[in-house]
């Protein structure tokens, strides 16, 4: 497969995100539309604004794209170069694809089943952006369905895929054994379950699957989540997951971890908006891989934790007490 064919599904601020790292557009009409996504992409030649600083992938293309709003598809086929075709069904963006993205920047993923299904029952592998889904029952069901049609289904957050937390994680041998770790994320001033879920994959990522129970603690929906791992390298540890409620401007679009140690403690940079077109990059190229292989490069079984995270920490919160993963999965 020389080019993967890209069917996008919502129109929204991720799709042009995700697009603009493989698709030839116009930079006048991309700045129109999406201004704050030019500044972050050309921002660096500020007197030069046709020129692309962001890492590009090559090998995709955007094929189709679909949207409730169709004005809003149109909009993005004309920034595109016209070069997309305008679906009016998801079924009809379904026909001579290789591989289906559901794009998502705000929402809480209460249709992400709907969305995804006309293209996990042909057998095309697809992406859903996150969160997975709003609830545990429908990720499964998504699960289900990749697994009955042999679809490969890949759902994830910039924060698992980011180089840079790579590159932190591997520091922490520094510090062996680990004892407990910090990660905080600004969710917004109303919050919702799209920040939340970054803040939780950047946990999930640095500190892998595992979590035996959750509790939840704070005056908003996942304010502060206590996860607790029992025995990962012999020793158990337990990681806070801070969802600020703050405005962007307040410090960034971005995140941060501490771990702490035996012999210390190391501190993370701050992964934030210059940063993430490179965990983008390597999204697309897992993507790639996923369309030409059949083999999805995160585990079904490691997006349904996550998820089950997310279900525990509901009740935990509700109820005030701890919650095993194993009661809710």
Same mark, same amino acid.
């Given at each position: 497969?020389?080019?993967?064919?890209?069917?996008?599904?919502?129109?929204? %601020?991720?799709? $042009?995100?995700?697009?603009?790292?493989?698709?030839?557009?116009?930079?006048?009409?991309?700045?129109?539309?999406?201004?704050?996504?030019?500044? !972050?992409?050309?921002?660096?030649?500020?007197?030069?604004? =046709?020129? &692309?600083?962001?890492?590009?992938?090559?090998?995709?293309?955007?094929?189709?794209?679909?949207?409730?709003?169709?004005?809003?598809?149109?909009?993005?086929?004309?920034?595109?170069?016209?070069?997309?075709?305008?679906?009016?069904?998801?079924?009809?963006?379904?026909?001579?694809?290789?591989?289906?993205?559901?794009?998502?920047?705000?929402?809480?993923?209460?249709?992400?089943?709907?969305? /995804?299904?006309?293209?996990?029952?042909?057998?095309?592998?697809?992406?859903?952006?996150?969160?997975?889904?709003?609830? &545990?029952?429908?990720?499964?069901?998504?699960?289900? %369905?990749?697994?009955? @049609?042999?679809?490969?289904?890949?759902?994830?957050?910039?924060?698992?895929?980011?180089?840079?937390?790579?590159?932190?994680?591997?520091?922490?041998?520094?510090?062996?054994?680990?004892?407990?770790?910090?990660?905080?994320?600004?969710?917004?001033?109303?919050?919702? %379950?799209?920040?939340?879920? @970054?803040?939780?994959?950047?946990?999930?990522?640095?500190?892998?699957?595992?979590?035996?129970?959750?509790?939840?603690?704070?005056?908003?929906?996942?304010?502060? &989540? @206590? &996860? @607790?791992?029992?025995?990962?390298?012999? =020793?158990?540890?337990?990681?806070?997951?801070?969802?600020?409620?703050?405005?962007?401007?307040? *410090?960034?679009?971005?995140?941060?971890?501490?771990? $702490?140690?035996?012999?210390?403690?190391?501190?993370?940079?701050? *992964?934030?908006?210059?940063?993430?077109?490179?965990?983008?990059?390597?999204?697309?190229?897992?993507?790639?891989?996923?369309? /030409?292989?059949?083999?999805?490069?995160?585990?079904?079984?490691?997006? !349904? =934790?996550?998820?089950?995270?997310?279900?525990?920490?509901?009740?935990?919160?509700?109820?005030?007490?701890?919650? $095993?993963?194993?009661?809710?999965?």
């Amino acid at each position: 497969m020389n080019t993967v064919r890209i069917g996008m599904i919502r129109c929204d %601020l991720h799709a $042009y995100w995700y697009a603009a790292l493989f698709a030839a557009h116009d930079p006048v009409r991309f700045r129109d539309a999406q201004p704050g996504l030019h500044w !972050l992409f050309y921002g660096g030649y500020w007197d030069r604004p =046709e020129e &692309l600083t962001a890492p590009t992938v090559s090998g995709l293309k955007l094929s189709k794209l679909w949207d409730a709003d169709r004005k809003a598809a149109e909009e993005m086929a004309t920034v595109f170069n016209g070069g997309p075709i305008v679906c009016d069904t998801i079924e009809e963006l379904c026909t001579d694809v290789d591989l289906v993205f559901v794009a998502d920047c705000y929402t809480a993923g209460d249709d992400h089943l709907q969305l /995804a299904a006309p293209s996990l029952e042909r057998g095309i592998p697809t992406f859903v952006d996150k969160p997975f889904s709003s609830s &545990l029952q429908d990720a499964r069901m998504m699960v289900e %369905l990749a697994e009955k @049609h042999k679809a490969p289904l890949m759902s994830t957050s910039l924060l698992r895929m980011s180089p840079h937390a790579d590159r932190f994680r591997s520091r922490f041998a520094e510090i062996a054994p680990v004892v407990q770790g910090v990660v905080r994320g600004a969710v917004g001033k109303e919050g919702n %379950l799209a920040g939340i879920f @970054h803040t939780l994959s950047l946990a999930q990522g640095l500190f892998g699957d595992g979590v035996e129970y959750v509790q939840c603690m704070g005056t908003r929906p996942f304010e502060y &989540l @206590h &996860l @607790h791992y029992p025995n990962a390298g012999g =020793e158990p540890f337990d990681v806070l997951a801070m969802n600020n409620y703050v405005v962007a401007r307040h *410090i960034y679009c971005g995140f941060r971890c501490d771990v $702490y140690g035996q012999t210390g403690v190391i501190h993370s940079p701050f *992964i934030d908006d210059s940063l993430f077109p490179h965990a983008g990059v390597r999204t697309l190229e897992s993507l790639k891989s996923m369309a /030409a292989t059949g083999t999805a490069p995160v585990s079904s079984t490691s997006m !349904l =934790e996550l998820m089950a995270i997310v279900e525990a920490g509901r009740r935990a919160q509700e109820e005030g007490r701890q919650v $095993y993963l194993a009661a809710v999965q």
